[in-house]
């Protein structure tokens, strides 16, 4: 939503508690709500930040403006999981209010050291002339959840880069701090800088260089860059801003992507044998994933469900965004998999074999399985008049579609309204449907479609209208 930036950038102060109330409200009236997905209390909700486990807990902050479904000032706000699949926000937040973070608390990452949480950030500043002076800085967190801001500037911005520097992500690599930072170049090229943490003291950050990891520079900015280690292997996740289509075909306004690469050289720095640019989704929305390893190896990420400088319905609700599901990371015949975490089965009721059904309360979980050589058409958030969200998984072309045309609120429709990608056989999906929100899993994670519907009234059915599939269908509790 388009708000003056007066009302985007107003002190978190100044918001009486009538204004807070009244924003309240108009989320409780929303149809679309989430039963087991992260939503912003209030507000939009963007980037997952700081996703670490520490203090026995897994903790996950979302980047958040709190006064409505407009990017304004930024804050983090704290959540935390016992199990990667119930979350509770703690109350806990990073404001924007030091100097070095006084027009938002941006982007970053969290990495535990002793007994605290660092926390690594971009402060993003503007002068009077509204002049951006992007600042990576930090704070820690400690046990009780009480937050302690850095004074110091961690990274300035350096000679080489515009104002768009930012979303450290913090990682170990050999018992050495480094972090890499999304970038622009003076020529308006994406790309990313490696720095190391001399004598692994976090205040102490030195460049190590650009690391190379076979881009292009057809992207004008690089954002959420992160580096994590899948079976021992380097995979970079990153959100390349205007990446060139010749590069990587794909249809919301920007993508989500990734590469497997064999080895990091932190000498060069280089990713040594960086894969293509891949989609590391194929929905109508997934972005600014961010992850990271457990002490044992284990990789894990969530995305944002969600875009940049997109509308959508639940703006006039005053709040936007949501977070994905949390995905484990495996690569298997060096393919990267990305399916959901397994404890995702404690939110299970009841269950029976997946069939036709008039209506449901558009919360469910599909275990489905497909014929091989056929085409299969299936609808989710069905009308009685056939109308629906269409998944057409096609093993005889060798495709899976999902088109969005005649399901629920049209919005964003300049970006087209179907997704599809290739696959040779669609053998199984899991499939998540969360009131507003489907999150699909194409055999075991191979292929992923996270993507918002917003049904009206109802739009709650299933039917195949075409192939051979069966399954199990489990109602999912909040
Ligand atoms: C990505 C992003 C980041 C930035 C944050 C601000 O969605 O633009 O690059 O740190 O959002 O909210």
Redesign the pocket.
Known sequence: MNLPTEVRYRPYADWTDEEKAKIEAHIAASPWRANYHIEPKTGLL??PNGFSYFNGKFQLFY?N?PFGAA?GL?QWVHTESQDLVHFKETGITLQPDHENDSH?A???SAYPIDDKLFIF??G?VRNQDWVRDPRQIGAWMDKKGHIEKFDDILIKQPADVTEHF??PQIFDYKGQYYAII?AQSLDKKGFIKLYKALNNDVHSWQEVGNLDFGGTGSEY?I??PNLVFVDGQPVLLY?PQGLDKSELAYDNIYPNTYKICQTFDINRPALVGASQILNLDYGFEA??TQGFNMPDGRAYCVS?IGL?DVDYPTDQYDYQGAMSLVKELSIKDGKLYQYPVSAMTSLRTNQEAFADKSQTDNCYELDLTFAPDQKTELLLFADQKGHGLKLTIDNDKGKVILDRSQAGVQYATEFGTTRECQLNQTLEARIFVDKSIVEIFINKGEKVFTSRVFPQAGQSGLKVLSGQVSGTYYHLKG
Do not use: F, I, L, V
């Open positions: 963007n980037d980047q403006w990017h930024k938002g941006y982007s970053g950030y971009t993003n930012r979303d999304g900015m954002e959420c959100s972005y600014a944002w940049p």
